[in-house]
């Protein structure tokens, strides 16, 4: 299904085209920038996760690699220019690895949550006490991130997080509050408003989720960029994976619970 929505502020408007997904994507999704699909399969056997690569032809997926290793939960599925990177939200297994499947490095977080990647590939997550920490290529463990004064940065209660190649990050908390952190550790209240998930946006600032895309600048204006189909249920959409260019990967659950669609913004939210 291809379409456009008209119902957008500004020049651009959205093209996407809708795909049929063969798991639950809640259990792992992603977009990669060469355009194919990620996806954390479950086995009927012992309910282990295993991600399998698909290519998209027409409407249909054709799977085109399925890598080894086998997970405990549901998955954080982080692709890179060279390979992939995968948290596993049950275990607390971090990884990279390589476009083949080889793994590069590997560590330990006690319960992450809202896994992301920053512009160089480094792994960011919050954990639920409030504390914000990455694993980097150079690192042995993960590293908590400092303020100022060398102290843990506590960040409240967290929902989700954009990192920054600065070494400074965007968060969203459970109130709808946008904080912007300096790689210093201070804090700049950007605005408020209640979303469900924050993705980086090309222009700066930020573009957050809740049935409809609104971008936040820096100062605080919004602006509303693209509202989900009226055929979608927002209530279904469990993933959102953005490329660096900003494609843009939407996945929902079918009401069954079973399987999955995808919509497919190639050029994304900003054109």
């Not at 209240?189 to 979303?195: E, G, R, S």
Request: proline share 5%; aromatic share 10%; charged share 20%.
């Amino acid at each position: 299904m291809i379409g456009s929505v008209a119902a957008t502020v500004g020049l651009f408007v959205p093209t996407y085209f809708q795909v049929a997904l063969p798991s639950n994507p809640g259990n792992g999704f992603a977009l990669d920038r060469d355009g194919t699909i990620l996806l954390a399969l479950l086995d009927p056997d012992d309910a282990s996760a295993q991600v399998v690569r698909y290519k998209v032809e027409g409407k249909s997926l054709v799977e085109v690699q399925r890598y080894d290793r086998k997970y405990e939960g549901q998955l954080e599925i982080l692709p890179t220019a060279s390979g992939l990177a995968i948290v596993d939200y049950e275990s607390g297994f971090v990884g990279m690895f390589t476009k083949s499947g080889k793994l590069v490095w590997e560590a330990h977080a006690r319960f992450p949550n809202a896994a992301r990647l920053d512009a160089y590939d480094n792994v960011w997550f919050f954990f639920n006490s409030g504390n914000v920490a990455k694993k980097t290529a150079d690192s042995s463990a993960v590293e908590f991130i400092l303020d100022s004064d060398g102290a843990e940065i506590d960040t409240g209660a967290p929902s989700d997080i954009v990192p920054l190649g600065t070494g400074g990050f965007y968060l969203l908390d459970a109130a709808g509050n946008v904080e912007k952190y300096a790689p210093n550790g201070r804090k700049q209240h950007i605005a408020k408003h209640d979303a469900l998930r924050m993705i980086p946006a090309k222009s700066g600032g930020v573009i957050l989720y809740s049935g409809q895309f609104v971008h936040i600048a820096d100062n605080g204006t919004k602006r509303v960029l693209w509202d989900l189909p009226a055929s979608i249920d927002r209530n279904l959409v469990k993933r959102i994976s953005v490329t660096p260019k900003g494609s843009l990967g939407i996945a929902g659950q079918s009401s069954d619970g079973r399987s999955g669609f995808a919509l497919i913004l190639p050029n994304g939210l900003e054109g």
